[in-house]
């Protein structure tokens, strides 16, 4: 069995990623040390490393992040993330959302803002409450410190539902450290969740 070292440097989401799956997947390979350069792309390889039932140690030179993820040959592989919620939990029929804005509808903003609330007061009071969250662009910011809709995101949280941030778009408009619930995710994790089996429902 082999060590293989992926280097990630300079590589936007989900690249760090998919190399890292490609890599560790090849047969023959017993570990692999992933290099990435931003902090975004180090969450995302170690919450996918996780998930999989794989080891991650974690360890930083010439300014970048060297995370090595070795095989865990007697454990399952795991399908949490870090706070307990399923990644990809069994199908219910309740149906994913896919949230790309904070606000709702073509207009006036403020009616939409008002309008979004109201949404996810009706989201909460669901049975089953949605599968997932799936928050993208503008649509993180109802994830973060003074998000109109935080109660809500609370209770379904609470409930069951999976609430995934991009990372990305967390780095973008600045507001990874206000995110306040849920998790921290990347367009592979995402698109997994919209090329599974659940009815998406898109909020844009």
Known sequence: MSHKTVDCRGLACPQPVINTKKAI???GVAS???????DV???NVTLFARNAGYTVTEKQADGAFHLTIDRQESAPARETVPDGKPVTPAVT???VYFI?????????PDLGHVLMKSLFTTLAAMDPPPA????LNT???LTCDGSPVLEQLEKLHAAGTAVLSCGTCLEYY?????LQLGNISNMFDINNWLYGPYKTITIA
Request: hydrophobic content about 35%.
């Open 132 to 135: 997932a969250l799936l928050f």
């Open 100 to 108: 790309t804005t904070n606000s709702l509808g073509q207009g006036s």
């Open 32 to 38: 692999v040390t992933t290099i990435v350069d931003n």
């Open 25 to 27: 997947e090849e047969p």
């Open 93 to 95: 029929g309740a149906p």
């Open 174 to 178: 600045k507001l990874k450290d206000k």
């Open 139 to 141: 649509g993180v910011f």
């Open 41 to 43: 792309a180090r969450q």
